[in-house]
């Protein structure tokens, strides 16, 4: 039978232990059985970049929206917008984590995430292209807190599957998780090592950042093997990074070890200029788990994922973060302090044309990605274009971060 349904199953199982007809039992069990499997809502989902992207239907129209627990507002791309022939009604203040901003809201008449439709959904117009171009695929829109607490759902990252339906139709759900609600947003406690807070729970967020303040809490007890710098985030620029490896986080007691995460200085707007703000547990961590979301009653439920295969080579690289231009091209959006990409004298700005032979045109950013990372020694050889000009460059992995245990 597996988890689906398993719960709801076993409610009424056991009232029915005790039934005098055999055949009778039978019958009722399979007719459960059907009705918990048809209580649950399957829906197949992208992952791409670390990110969860889910099909959903406006005016009969198919669209890309990311799964975003830790916005309040859920949103649209102006150029779908435009697509679907909607207008502005208003304005809204959207925070976000780096900035804060004046968007235009519009209305839709229906919304359609699986067999579930809402009515009259209000999304706010922000500029999506940072965030297609960091995961190389269309995003159209988001969901956002706002919507994605009217319903309990489940997301298995491993198998690209997103659950819907009541919370005895899911399946095992694992430690249950307080969460503290504020401002529209969910907090969830986490230690790391020994410095405990409170982070936004974010699914939008394709790694954990911290706040310069827990940074300095940690940074008074604890001396991390190594740190990298010159990390940037995708889309609007923000205030300069580190990334550094953690022995461990915990959340609610459950642990995870061997954790890269950034550490971020305090920027001049956003959720990250306030002084009180912790971070963001982002979707690095989450992977990790099924996880199963009930922000109505203000609780997350998370189960080890056996299907989770943590990449061995994540930080055995050359050092670069790449995304897609305007142009749909690769381009190099941060070259590592101390990398071998830096001393192989890459720039910030140069196209990545092909990895090894192979056009990256043709490629998808997961499999850009695979090819920069490989066991310390190895040789990539890159395609550079920079002012217009080719140029290879033969470089070898190193060890930067969070080396295997």
């Known amino acids: 039978m597996g988890d689906k349904g398993i719960s709801c199953f076993r409610n009424l199982r056991l009232r029915l232990m005790k039934a005098a007809v055999p055949t009778v039992l039978i019958f ?25 992207l889910v099909p959903v239907q406006i005016e009969g129209r198919n669209l890309n929206f990311l799964l975003d627990t830790g916005s309040t507002a859920s949103a649209i791309d102006p150029a779908a917008a435009d697509t679907l022939g909607l207008t502005p009604q208003g304005k809204e203040e959207v ?27 209000k999304l706010a117009e922000i500029d999506l292209a940072p965030i297609s171009g960091a995961v190389g695929t269309q995003v159209d829109g988001v969901l956002g807190a706002d919507i994605l607490e009217r319903f309990t759902f489940k997301v298995t990252y491993s198998r690209g599957l997103l659950l819907l339906g009541p919370l ?39 790694s954990t950042n911290v706040s310069w303040k827990i940074w300095a809490d940690l940074s008074r007890t604890w001396t991390p ?60 961590v989450l992977r990790q788990f099924e996880v199963t979301f009930d922000l109505q009653h203000d609780k997350v439920f998370l189960k080890s ?47 990545l044309e092909a990895v090894n032979g192979a056009p990256t045109d043709v490629l998808t950013p997961e499999e850009v990605s695979a090819k920069l990372h490989a066991k310390a020694g190895t040789t990539v050889k890159l395609t550079i274009q ?9 470089l070898q992995t190193r060890e930067l971060l969070c080396a295997p245990e």
């Open 305 to 351: 994922d056996h299907g989770y295969k943590p990449d061995p080579y994540r930080y055995a690289t050359v050092g670069i973060q790449i995304g897609k231009n305007g142009e749909g091209m690769y381009q190099i959006m941060s070259v590592w302090k101390d990398s071998p990409a830096a001393e192989g004298g890459l720039q910030p700005g140069d196209l």
């Open 28 to 52: 009722v069990m399979v007719l459960l059985w059907s009705l918990c499997s048809a209580a649950q809502d399957i829906i197949s989902v992208r992952i791409a970049g670390g990110e969860v």
């Open 95 to 121: 925070l976000k984590n780096f900035r804060s901003l004046q968007a235009d809201v519009v209305e839709v008449a229906k919304l359609k995430l699986g067999k579930s439709t809402f009515n009259r959904a």
């Open 225 to 284: 093997t190594n740190t990298v710098e010159g990390i940037v985030r995708a889309g609007n620029p923000t205030s300069s990074a580190i990334l550094v490896c953690l022995p461990e986080i915990t959340i609610g007691g459950v642990t995870v070890r061997n954790q890269a995460i950034r550490a971020q200085k305090r920027s001049g707007e956003g959720a990250f200029s306030s002084e009180d703000f912790n971070g963001i547990l982002g979707s690095d």
């Open 386 to 394: 920079r002012d217009g000009q080719a140029s290879t460059v033969v």
């Open 168 to 206: 005895d139709s899911l399946g095992r759900l694992g430690r249950t998780i307080p969460l503290r609600r504020t401002s529209g947003q969910f907090l969830i406690k986490a230690t790391l090592i020994s410095v405990p807070g409170e982070f936004v729970l974010d699914t939008g967020a394709n």
